[in-house]
């Protein structure tokens, strides 16, 4: 199956623009690197946040933190906008705050979640998420204002962000307690990404995520034995720190154990509610195959998105003022509002 056959898109989907790279960004990682540069925390000040926090019951004591913000001029047509960042990311990841900003000049209230143990929550977290962890996703939701809520909640997931989100999708079934989702470079096959990220030409990424890990993983506030400190410290690949710290601390045989179960391509069938998922055919993280091998026709809810280029995140076309994955979520969300 060629990827021009799968990019068709039927004609009851939304109609989504074509992908367009913009210069000088070419090529799959090009595009990812644009993906990540820094985007101004200051275009936020125009929608003051509200720090909000919700205690994990599960008696660790964790607390998860998350930042709202409402539009300028409130459209009340708009859902709520829930952004879960990607690993080793935060609330303020680039791509989670050039998002936020797209959606609420739209009219949209926007939440900006921190995953358990990630930036904010750090200091108020023993544990520390990872791809399998859906259960935290239910207390995000929750931190939602009632007053907020009765246009609905939609969520917009990252690379690992968006694997958890689909999970937790396909776990909750009809019962999830959203009306929409959007995945960007979901991993579909999270064992392939890993071996991806050993190819000689991910040097660069696999660096920045390894240190970003080992750095969050060893903070004051998580609780690590001597042991399990040695193992961070002592990783080399993405592989090694899943095999020696992230498996075994939560419960799984070994790292193919965490990548097998915690994969969302296993969920997709269950997901009950209309889920557009997008991917770059130069993605130089998550392999196409996976998607390219799904029979998305087993799920009506699923729509697929695939772009001959835009890297992982990336999406970097000519409009500066919006990168393309944020202008296709925007038009899926408005046909279901």
Same mark, same amino acid.
């Given at each position: ?29 090009? #595009? ?139 776990? #909750? ?17 999270? /064992? ?15 660096? /920045? ?112 003022? /919006? ?5 296709? /979520? ?8």
């Amino acid at each position: 199956m060629t990827l021009d056959l799968v990019t068709r898109q039927p004609s009851t989907q939304p109609d989504f623009p074509r992908f367009e790279a913009g210069a000088p960004w070419w090529g799959g990682h090009l #595009q990812t690197i644009a993906g990540a540069l820094p985007a101004s925390p200051r275009d936020l000040d125009p929608y003051p946040g509200e720090r909000l926090s919700a205690l994990v019951p599960d008696g660790t004591g964790d607390r998860l933190i998350a930042t709202l913000h409402r539009p300028a001029i409130p459209d009340t047509r708009r859902c709520v906008v829930i952004l879960v960042h990607g690993v080793s990311g935060s609330e303020d990841s680039s791509y989670v705050l050039r998002s936020a900003i797209y959606f609420l000049n739209l009219g949209h209230p926007v939440l900006r979640a921190n995953l358990r143990g990630a930036g904010p929550s750090r200091p108020f977290c023993k544990l520390q998420y990872n791809a399998g962890t859906t259960d935290d996703l239910v207390h995000l939701v929750s931190m939602v204002p009632a007053d907020l809520r009765p246009n609905g909640i939609a969520a917009m997931g990252y690379s690992l962000g968006a694997n958890v989100l689909m999970k937790f999708l396909g776990e #909750q079934r009809s019962s999830v307690p959203l009306k929409a989702a959007i995945a960007v470079s979901s991993p579909l096959d999270l /064992a392939a990404v890993s071996r991806r990220l050993m190819r000689w030409d991910n040097t660069l990424f696999q660096y /920045a995520i390894l240190s970003q890990l080992r750095t969050e993983s060893i903070k004051p506030a998580a609780e690590l034995s001597e042991q399990e400190r040695d193992a961070v410290l002592g990783t080399r690949t993405v592989w090694d720190f899943d095999q020696t710290f992230t498996a075994p601390r939560n419960g799984f045989r070994d790292a193919e154990d965490y990548y097998t179960r915690s994969s969302c391509a296993g969920f997709l069938e269950h997901i009950a509610v209309p889920t557009l998922m997008i991917h770059a055919a130069n993605d130089p993280i998550v392999p196409s195959e996976a998607y390219l091998q799904y029979r998305w026709d087993r799920n009506p809810k699923l729509v697929r998105l695939l772009a001959q280029s835009g890297g992982h995140c990336g999406f970097r076309g000519a409009d500066r003022h /919006a990168h393309w994955h944020d202008v296709c /979520a925007a038009r899926f969300l408005q046909t279901i509002e």
